[in-house]
């Protein structure tokens, strides 16, 4: 088995890091194979339809989309992507109760709901210092404290006319909303090195109940601190500890399973070092 090198972090990779640290390794250090997600397929196809309208809004053309053609399209593209990497959908993760049928009735169910909303609130999408609308926005730098680039792509940056504030806000197709500001924090902070304006509030959009969630508020999230818990997660991976501290609660929802030995995976033996008959070769 061949170890990769890292070049980056991102909140999702730290978010992964800590829900299991061998999940982790198999994901972003080694070529193991990823199990196709339902829901992450569902998941994308809302944030790119929501993204079309939002730029399509923009140039004043919102009347002209139409969201069961755009389900249509961006939910195939992305089955057919799945498709590809393992044919078999028996083995796909999903939640039982939402197959691929009901995706086709809840996903542009989960678009209007954004779209409804975006028609009744104030909020305008901000525009950056370099003209750039802030939908799907590319965030990623280096913050103080911390080695690498961190990795960060915005869904949106609004910003409240009435308040003068600039909110991010994160499309979230899942049930439960997020556990804390993390990821709210680290777009902030990245927003602040590389535009040099402070985001005010962070907020995830609750799809399935067509409103906003929780709000956090970001003042405190300098790139300094930010910056430091980054720094504090390469050195857990400088560390070169990788259990399997998630097993079995988070085994559900982990895409690289096959290759774990913790989770008997068929693939493990070339994929984990912890399995005794594999050999770790790094690049």
Known sequence: MWVKQLKHLSHSSRESLERCAKAWFLKYMTEA??????????????????????????????????VGFAWERLFSALLDKARKAEPNENVWARSPSEPIEVW???????????????????????????????????????????????????????????????????????????????????YAALVKVKYGVQCDIGVPFMNRKGTLGKPYELAEYTPEAVGAAFGEVWDTIQAGEFPANGFPSACFVCDVGASCAANNGPLAAQFDPSHPANEVIPF
Request: a neutral charge; hydrophobic letters at 40%.
């Open 33 to 66: 194979p990823r199990r196709p997600a339902l829901w992450s397929a569902g998941g994308s196809a809302v944030h790119e339809a929501t993204e079309q309208y939002d730029r399509m809004a923009l140039m004043g053309q919102e009347s002209a989309f139409n």
């Open 104 to 186: 086709n009735v809840n996903g542009p169910a989960f678009v209007r709901a954004y779209l409804d909303w975006r028609k009744r609130s104030p909020y305008e999408i901000w525009t950056t210092p370099d003209n750039l609308p802030a939908i799907e926005l590319d965030v990623s730098g280096m913050l103080p404290g911390c080695p690498v680039e961190i990795k960060g792509y915005v869904d949106r940056i609004f910003r409240d006319p009435v308040l003068d504030k600039l909110i991010i806000v994160d499309l979230k197709t899942g049930k439960r909303p997020p556990k804390g500001p993390e990821q709210f924090a680290a």
